[in-house]
């Protein structure tokens, strides 16, 4: 498995700040002052909250707002150790990177982009002190390799506050390219650069992607050790990420390449990551699926990246190249010109990506397509039979379960074991539980077993861990869990068992299967799943129908796992509320 970013997680907290101050930094820049007794340690309804906690000069924290402006009303509910966003229809949440933190002032600083639009900018601007905000945050922060010769730190303006802090601070001591777009001149600030560090200013048009990847191309190139950070507009960075990752050839574990906004037509960019809200839109009409299989078909074949290497070509240079047809590769042409994926088709020029082709060399955009989610669309056409007869629509399109696909398949194993990387963040909750005092081994188990072991590893627990699982997941779970080398990799007895998202791609016999054999092994089983889907997903409405698509059961709530571990002889203890939707389940033998 490639070498992961290591990231250090923090408890999730709701706080509350007031605005102590505002400053125009630049005629492009607002500085709001914000401090509180909520960034020190505090308690709230009887339950104590460690102090705000921001080390990464990339951190991000959620603002809360609200369309309607009541404000409170969108609040997500606060956990003992973590956060439910539980549905609110006006809720906005916009990220923002901390400019400056002071602990002993008790203050926080956040840089606004003043463009006049969006709603963070929009509060930014009426913001007088006293006023209040709410926030959450950070979940994480990135922790750099130790030793660097270089960085490359590339943005906007909307990195202006990442990269000033990290100029300020300088979490480590290695010669800073500092590379900035900004609409004018205007928009450039005073930098605390040091001998050997260099800045290049790019006036260029907000989310220009030619003039961000020309001017990341004229950056020096240099030996040693090296590191790259880069955000801005995500699909700018498009052409960024192809050139550091394909031509420079820096690995992922040297690479952070974030997209901080999103263009739209009319819009202006406002210094922000995310444009949420508690309510998904329905669409005017039921779109057809006719893109999303070309797409597929095109990321298959391998035309997005033959086109993308080889700018210019001919669709018959491009049918050789890829071993297709003549006729085949003049079928998908006029399809992927007509999305945006290739232009170019009938020009004469030859063949080029379109603004839809750039999106697809992104990882994350590919998946949609090609990885776990896209199978489990397919598996839906099967969706009307798998209703009538009971069955799940994978089993029905692939004539076995997703476990045993899975079980059978390192791949896609693996797909589940990233997906669950996630739930690390939400895992304060079980790792502080008092049921592991006293704990001396505990049976893992499931795709998400690797964020249970670095949990319990960062809450300085360590009980002897056993793997319980097939041996080519196994396999696969070894490049990441934490300090293999305490990690007994058979099953057996212990004094806890964890099940992380281990019934999430099983059927219900499957699940009470497994139920059963942890019966075996052990006196107490902890079930981590998800349980509702994720407040603040504007796919929430699908999370139901991908859980049944893969299992043939929607999302198991805390009465389908109480039944199901009645059916395997297990009762319900407890549940332990972890946030975005996710328990932990405690089940003792009956």
């Known amino acids: 498995m490639a070498a992961q970013r290591a990231y250090t997680t923090h408890p999730l907290v709701l706080r509350r700040v007031t605005v102590r101050g505002v400053h125009q930094v630049t005629p492009r820049m607002r500085r709001v002052v914000l401090g509180g007794e909520e960034l020190a340690a505090f308690t709230r309804d009887g339950v104590g909250h460690p102090a705000f906690a921001a080390p990464g000069f990339d951190d991000h924290i959620k603002l809360i707002l609200a369309a309607d402006g009541d404000v409170h009303a969108a609040l997500p509910a606060q956990l003992p150790h973590g956060i439910e966003w539980t549905p609110a229809e006006h809720r906005l949440t916009r990220d923002y990177t901390p400019r400056r933190v002071d602990p002993e002032a008790g203050e926080l600083h956040l840089d606004f982009v003043v463009h006049g639009d969006g709603p963070a900018e929009a509060w930014s601007a009426s913001a007088r002190e006293g006023d209040e905000l709410w926030f959450v945050g950070p979940k994480s922060s990135l922790r750099l390799p130790e030793r660097l010769d270089w960085i490359h730190l590339i943005g906007d303006e909307t990195a202006l506050p990442a990269i000033g802090r990290f100029l300020d601070e300088r979490p480590l001591d290695a010669r800073a390219h500092v590379l900035v777009t900004v609409p004018d001149d205007s928009a450039r600030q005073e930098l ?133 047809s003549r006729p085949g590769i003049g079928v998908l042409l006029p399809l992927l010109a007509a999305y945006g994926v290739v232009v170019g088709a009938d020009d004469g020029a030859g063949l080029r990506l379109g603004p839809a082709g750039e999106e697809l060399l992104d990882d994350h955009e590919r998946e949609e397509y090609t990885g776990h989610e896209a199978e489990l669309l397919l598996a839906l056409t099967h969706l009307a039979p798998a209703l009538q007869d009971g069955a799940s629509p994978w089993r029905l399109a692939s004539g076995a379960t997703l476990h045993d696909t899975v079980a059978q398949d390192a791949d896609r194993y693996g797909e589940l074991v990233e997906e669950c990387e996630q739930l690390v963040f939400l895992l304060d909750g079980l790792s502080a539980d008092p049921l ?116 043939g059961s929607p999302l198991r709530d805390s009465a389908a796992l109480a039944a199901l571990a009645h059916r395997s002889g297990w009762e319900v203890e407890r549940t332990i509320a972890l946030g975005w939707g996710t328990e932990a389940t405690v089940l003792r033998r009956a």
């Open 436 to 551: 592991w005092e006293g704990v001396g081994s505990c049976l893992l188990t499931g795709p998400g077993s690797a964020s249970v072991a670095a949990a319990l590893d960062g809450a300085g627990r360590r009980p002897r861990l056993r793997v319980a699982e097939d041996a080519v997941p196994v396999t696969v779970l070894r490049g990441h869990v934490p300090a293999p080398d305490r990690i007994d990799w058979t099953a057996g007895p212990a004094d806890v068992a964890v099940a992380a998202k281990a019934l999430a791609h099983r059927t219900d016999e499957e699940a009470a299967l497994l139920l059963t054999r942890l019966a075996g092994w052990t006196r107490t089983a902890v079930l981590v799943e998800a349980s509702r889907p994720d407040g603040l997903s504007p796919h929430a409405a699908e999370a139901a129908l991908h859980a049944y698509a893969a299992t």
């Open 192 to 324: 605390a650069l040091r001998e050997g560090d260099s800045v290049t200013w790019v006036v260029a048009e907000p989310g220009d992607p030619a003039a961000l990847e020309a001017a990341v191309r004229a950056l020096p190139v240099e030996a040693g050790e090296g590191y790259a950070w880069a955000a801005a507009e995500s699909r700018a960075l498009l052409p960024v990420r192809r050139y550091l990752q394909r031509e420079r050839k820096l690995p992922k574990e040297r690479l952070n390449i974030t997209g901080y906004w999103h263009r739209e037509e009319a819009a202006a960019p406002e210094a922000e990551d995310t444009a949420e809200t508690g309510a998904a839109r329905s669409p005017a009409r039921i779109p057809s699926p006719l893109p999303w299989l070309v797409a597929r078909a095109a990321l298959r074949l391998g035309v997005v990246d033959a086109v993308a290497d080889a700018p210019g070509l001919s669709a018959e240079a491009l049918a050789t190249r890829l071993g297709v």
